[in-house]
């Protein structure tokens, strides 16, 4: 998947992969892109 928070996308990979799998995809994606942003920013200054 290319784009975690696409839903179509994750409609389309969920009749291949079982729910349970999308999801926790989606929820780590979410989760590293928080992560990273805010680590991004700490170290930039930014924040």
Known sequence: ???PYDF???LAVS???K???VLTYIVIAW???VIFGLL???LSGAL
């Open 19 to 21: 729910w349970k799998v």
């Open 15 to 17: 009749r291949i992969a």
């Open 31 to 33: 989760a590293g892109s």
């Open 40 to 42: 991004y920013g700490v």
């Open 8 to 10: 179509a996308n994750a």
């Open 1 to 3: 998947m290319g784009q």
